[in-house]
C-alpha cells in the first residue's frame, strides 16, 4: 500500500467525520464507532508498512554472502587512503585515477568504517563502481587514520565475506607540514563556524603558551600518534607513505615513488599534470581532458599566525616528527621551517 492510498483514506475519514457532526443524533453513535475503527486500522497499516521496510533493508543488508562472492571481490577496494586530511588527499585521489589500474568509487570520503557502518556493508558495496578486468578500486577516507582501533577490526570482518584479508590490500598515508596543515584544517573548519571570530592563533594556543589539544586541527597533525595505532593492525611494508609537500611541488615524481611502493607499473608522467600559474598549482590531465581543483574548495588563503605560534607547536611536534622519520625512512625538513607559513611578525 502507498502513501497515496492513506492520503485517500484520509480525506474519506474526514468527510465521514463531518457527517458525523451534522448527523442525526441516532446514527451518530454508530458512525463515529466506524471512524475510530476505520482510524484503528489505519494507524496498524502504516506501523506495518514502516516495519516491513525496516525488515527489508535489514535482511537486504545481512544477505549479502549470497552475492557471487567473485564480483564483490572485484568491488571491493583493495588501495585505502586513511589519511591525513588537509595534507593533499584530493590531489592524490585525482593523481591516482589516472593510472589505468586504478579506479575510484562514486562518493567522495565514503568513512564507512568509521561514521557510517550502521549503513551496512550492502550499502558500502553500492557505493563502489564495477573495476575492470585489471582494475583496483580506490577507497579514500582520511578519518580513519584517526580511528585505527575501530576501522580495522571492522574491515577485517568485512573482508571475511569476500574471502579477502588485511595482506590483501594496501594503505596510503599523506602527510605535509604539521602546522601547514593545521592552518588548512583550521580555513577549513571556519567555513562550518562562520560566527567563530577567532584566530588560528587562540585556538590552538592556550594562555599559558600550551597547544590546545581539544582544537582537532591542531592534534591531528600529531601523525606518529596516529601512525603507530595502525602499526599494531597492519605491518608498515603493507603503508605507503607520499610527502603532501611534495606531490604539491613534483607530482610526477611522488607519484612514481608511491607506484613503486603498490607495486604497480610506471605509467603517470609529465603527460598527465599542467601547471596553474595563476592559482600556483597543479591540474590534472585524462584521456585529452583537463581538471583543475575548484576555487572554492582548493587554494584557500591560510591566515597569518605569529611567530611565537608556530615556535610552540614546532616544539610541540618535534618529537612525533622524529618518530615520523623513522618510521618512514624519510626526513621531511619540517624543523622550523616556515617556508609555507605566512608569519605576522
Not at 599559558?208 to 589539544?213: E, F, M, N, T, V
Request: aromatic letters at 12%.
Amino acid at each position: 500500500m502507498s502513501y497515496q492510498h492513506f492520503d485517500i483514506i484520509d480525506t474519506n475519514l474526514t468527510t465521514l467525520a463531518r457527517y458525523v457532526i451534522v448527523s442525526d443524533s441516532r446514527i451518530r453513535g454508530t458512525l463515529l464507532a466506524s471512524v475510530l475503527t476505520v482510524s484503528f486500522l489505519c494507524c496498524y497499516m502504516c506501523i506495518t508498512l514502516y516495519q516491513d521496510s525496516v525488515t527489508i533493508y535489514v535482511k537486504q543488508d545481512c544477505d549479502i554472502d549470497r552475492y557471487n562472492v567473485s564480483d564483490l571481490q572485484r568491488k571491493f577496494p583493495r588501495l585505502f587512503i586513511i589519511g591525513f586530511g588537509k595534507s593533499g588527499t584530493y590531489a592524490l585521489t585525482k593523481s591516482l585515477q589516472m593510472h589505468p589500474s586504478i579506479i575510484g568509487k562514486e562518493a567522495q570520503e565514503i568513512k564507512y568504517f568509521d561514521y557510517l557502518y550502521s549503513n551496512g556493508l550492502c550499502w558500502y558495496i553500492g557505493q563502489m563502481r564495477d573495476p575492470g578486468p585489471s582494475q583496483f578500486m580506490l577507497e579514500d577516507s582520511p578519518s580513519y587514520i584517526l580511528h585505527c582501533s575501530i576501522v580495522f577490526p571492522r574491515l577485517t570482518e568485512a573482508l571475511k565475506h569476500f574471502n579477502l584479508g588485511l595482506s590483501d590490500l594496501k594503505f596510503i598515508v599523506i602527510v605535509r607540514h604539521p602546522i601547514v596543515r593545521a592552518i588548512s584544517d583550521f580555513v577549513h573548519w571556519k567555513l562550518h563556524k562562520p560566527n567563530n571570530t577567532k584566530s588560528f592563533d587562540d585556538m590552538a594556543i592556550d594562555s599559558k603558551g600550551h597547544p590546545i589539544l581539544k582544537f582537532g586541527s591542531t592534534s591531528k597533525s600529531r601523525y606518529s600518534f596516529y601512525i603507530k595505532q595502525c602499526l599494531e593492525f597492519v605491518p608498515s611494508n603493507q603503508i605507503c607513505f607520499v610527502n603532501g609537500d611534495m606531490l604539491k611541488t613534483s607530482p610526477v615524481l611522488t607519484m612514481n615513488k608511491l607506484e613503486k611502493c603498490l607495486g604497480l607499473p610506471s605509467n603517470i608522467s609529465s603527460d598527465n599534470f599542467v601547471f596553474n600559474r595563476i592559482r600556483k598549482n597543479f591540474c590534472f590531465i585524462k584521456n585529452s581532458e583537463i581538471e583543475c581543483p575548484s576555487t572554492s574548495k582548493k587554494g584557500r588563503p591560510h591566515p597569518k599566525i605569529t611567530r611565537r605560534t608556530a615556535d610552540i607547536l614546532m616544539k610541540f611536534y618535534e618529537p612525533y616528527n622524529k618518530e615520523l622519520y623513522e618510521i618512514t625512512g624519510e626526513d621531511y625538513g619540517w624543523d622550523y621551517n616556515y617556508d609555507e607559513i605566512d608569519i605576522a611578525d
